[in-house]
């Protein structure tokens, strides 16, 4: 069902299971970093660019979810990755203040 319904045996399945783990926990940090839950100096400009790109990422994975052959990621997956698309989006114009310490 996943990869848009064309993967073409479990070692391929592996191998896009292992970048998806990846990616996520790349977007988990950088979405931690960006709330504070995490206390380590990334400089502000980084984090905002890591957003955008969640965002464009989210958005053409969007696009990838509508042209897919399985109708369960198609009805089901394209809202889930609209709404992160945006929330990344949101993230990235949005303005944290700095807590007080």
């Given at each position: 069902?996943?990869w848009?319904?064309?993967?073409?045996?479990?070692?391929?399945?592996?191998?896009?299971?292992a970048?998806?783990?990846?990616?996520n926990?790349?977007?988990?940090?950088?979405?931690?970093?960006?709330?504070?839950?995490?206390?380590?100096?990334?400089?502000?400009?980084?984090?905002?660019?890591?957003?955008?790109l969640m965002?464009?990422?989210?958005a053409?994975?969007t696009l990838?979810?509508?042209?897919?052959?399985?109708?369960?990621?198609?009805l089901?997956?394209?809202?889930?990755?609209?709404?992160?698309a945006?929330?990344c989006?949101?993230?990235?114009?949005?303005?944290?203040?700095?807590?007080?310490?």
């Amino acid at each position: 069902m996943v990869w848009g319904g064309r993967l073409k045996s479990l070692s391929e399945m592996y191998q896009f299971v292992a970048l998806s783990i990846l990616v996520n926990t790349l977007f988990l940090l950088i979405v931690s970093l960006e709330g504070k839950f995490l206390k380590w100096d990334v400089k502000p400009p980084i984090l905002k660019i890591s957003l955008y790109l969640m965002a464009l990422f989210f958005a053409l994975n969007t696009l990838g979810n509508l042209m897919s052959e399985n109708d369960t990621e198609r009805l089901i997956f394209t809202p889930i990755t609209i709404a992160l698309a945006w929330l990344c989006f949101k993230l990235a114009v949005s303005k944290f203040e700095t807590p007080q310490e």
